[in-house]
């Protein structure tokens, strides 16, 4: 499913009116990741929703933890004044969410603990008055080393605690979940609408959801977790046929030349990040052991670091160390090269604490799932999902613009005002696009391990959309370029997005040009049947296969890709 090609006059779609998701649980309970993920795919869907969070308004009002009264979180016992401060930031946070609903909002994930029957009550008397339908979503987290992960984690998104000591900002949201746990009541009313996600995702309740679009954002949440991992997307290389759907060419010398940089700078660059957080993992160690040693009262010596942990002292030291667990020692790590082991899905394979393994998904296309083979024959595994295919462009295939307006003068109006909607005859839309690419979506959000997706620009633009939480009508306007790689990073508080720049097509184009040309000056007065089929390719106008490996890819070639067909 994707945004709807019709409007109405009050903005909401599916007919579903007015709903507001409320979040109930204890902090730390991955409520907040839930909000950030439901309202990405809404906005994807084009519903116009939006995550208002109390704790947000709250800091607008009066600051981060720091500036908080004392009391503010105990349970009970607050003095008037407190009582009052809290009073008048649940009303004024109120009267923003309505406001949202009576300037055409559709959806609002109401971001607070509610932890209380008589304050769920509340929410559904007040807003029930104005014709929004009102649903739960409840975290439950049994698993204390959930709780614990999410604890951890607060110091590095939340902005209660910027510029806070982590083990400060551990110790102080330990002391809030706390005073929330004496007053928390879990929901049992029968006739609520909602859905009870515990341990996130291990087991889902749901109960008397109704309508289309509740029975949507329920099925979005039974895919998704909180593990912490990276997504990553980079165009496909060069083909020897470019803007020719129908061709589906192989791979130019120059994206033979992309591919192997690709898997180069995605190596460079996890083995890099596991450096950097080295520390930040130690920290968040002796954080844990201290914040345990508090709880339990045990004063015994801190645990060693594992064998698949880094510690900062080693890494500043340059002492050999373990990159992943179930990975070969590396020797100092300013001068060893990046060692890895066979299996690069593996739990434990990545590099870094974590471990995490890397997948590379591609389309079935020449193009994509070549670019890939560097991957493959480093251990990677690799998909080839064929709804990743790029946007069929029917029967303006192959033409520049100048042709489409020359030709059809009038399709190209339209697509002018219609960009996402719009489809030449016997092509796709980017509207067809999203339709095709939801089971993608689904899958990216079950997956636990970092992701690749190496497509075409009309793909990347779609899922880039999605994992930013942009509208429908902004995906042909988003600017994709040859050589970037986007780093994508989902926290409970939004999607971190980095682009990085490894590769310089007009450079590289040049000095391939210069080559050609040098090239051509040396084989002045050769013999035309001495040459290659390389040359004789560039000879002919056209690129062809790097010389190195000219006969290695032909070979795979007439075998076939060895990437793995998804399902």
């Not at 906005?43 to 116009?48: E, S, T, Y």
């Not at 996890?270 to 993992?281: M, V």
């Not at 994508?488 to 971190?496: F, R, S």
């Not at 010389?547 to 070979?555: G, L, N, R, T």
Request: net charge neutral; proline share 5%; with cysteine.
């Amino acid at each position: 499913m994707a945004a709807p090609l019709y409007t109405t006059a009050s903005g909401q779609l599916w007919h579903a009116g007015k709903i507001l998701v409320a979040t109930v649980g204890l902090p730390a309970r991955g409520k907040t990741h839930l909000a950030h993920a439901l309202e990405r795919y809404l906005r994807w869907l084009g519903v116009k929703s939006q995550v208002f969070s109390l704790g947000d308004y709250r800091r607008r009002v009066i600051g981060g933890a720091e500036s908080l009264p004392k009391d503010y979180f105990a349970d009970g016992g607050r003095s008037e004044s407190t009582e009052a401060l809290r009073q008048s930031i649940q009303n004024g946070f109120d009267q923003t969410v309505a406001d949202f609903f009576n300037f055409g909002g559709q959806v609002v994930i109401y971001d607070a603990n509610n932890s209380t029957q008589k304050r769920r009550y509340g929410i559904r008397e007040r807003f029930g008055k104005m014709g929004v339908s009102v649903m739960f979503m409840e975290s439950i987290c049994t698993d204390q080393s959930i709780v614990e992960a999410n604890v951890r984690s607060v110091k590095i998104s939340s902005p209660d605690y910027v510029n806070w000591d982590p083990e400060k900002a551990v110790q102080d949201f330990y002391k809030r979940i706390q005073g929330h746990e004496k007053e928390y009541e879990p929901i049992e009313a029968p006739s609520f609408p909602y859905i009870k996600i515990i341990n996130v995702g291990q087991k889902i309740i749901v109960n008397n959801i109704q309508g289309y679009l509740q029975s949507r954002i329920v099925f979005f949440l039974m895919n998704i977790h909180n593990k912490q991992r990276t997504i990553y997307f980079a165009r496909a290389g060069e083909a020897l046929i470019e803007h020719l759907y129908k061709a589906d060419a192989d791979l130019s010398s120059l994206g033979w030349a992309y591919a192997d940089r690709l898997a180069e700078f995605m190596e460079e660059l996890r083995h890099k990040k596991a450096l950097e957080n080295a520390e930040s993992a130690n920290l968040e160690r002796r954080a844990s052991v201290m914040t345990q040693k508090e709880r339990t009262g045990d004063s015994g010596l801190e645990p060693r670091p594992s064998a698949g942990r880094m510690t900062a002292s080693a890494a500043s030291a340059g002492e050999s160390v373990s990159l992943g667990t179930g990975s070969t020692p590396t020797g100092p790590i300013a001068a060893s090269p990046l060692q890895r082991p066979s299996h690069q899905d593996e739990e434990g394979a990545g590099p870094g604490e974590e471990g995490r393994p890397l997948v590379i998904w591609t389309s079935a296309r020449r193009r994509s799932s070549h670019t890939a083979w560097p991957f493959s024959e480093r251990g990677y595994r690799v998909i080839e999902r064929p709804q990743l295919s790029e946007m069929n462009p029917g029967v303006v295939d192959g033409m520049s613009a100048e042709e489409v307006k020359k030709r059809f003068p009038d399709e190209w109006e339209k697509k002018q005002k219609e960009p996402y909607s719009h489809r030449f005859p016997r092509a796709e839309s980017y509207h067809d696009l999203s339709v095709r690419l939801e089971p993608i979506i689904f899958e990216l959000e079950r997956a636990r391990g970092d992701v690749l997706i190496i497509v075409q620009s009309s793909v990347l633009r779609c899922l880039l959309a999605y994992v930013q939480g942009r509208k429908p009508h902004e995906i042909p306007l988003i600017s994709v370029h040859e050589g970037e790689l986007f780093e994508c990073a989902p926290t409970a508080y939004g999607v971190k997005t980095i682009r990085h720049e490894f590769w310089d097509p007009i450079k590289e184009r040049e000095e391939r040009d210069k080559r050609f040309f040098q090239r051509d000056q040396d084989d002045l007065g050769a013999d035309p049947e001495s040459k290659t089929t390389e040359e004789l390719f560039i000879r002919g106008g056209a690129d062809g296969h790097r010389a190195a490996k000219s006969d290695q890819h032909s070979a795979k070639l007439s075998k076939g890709p060895t990437a793995e067909a998804a399902p």
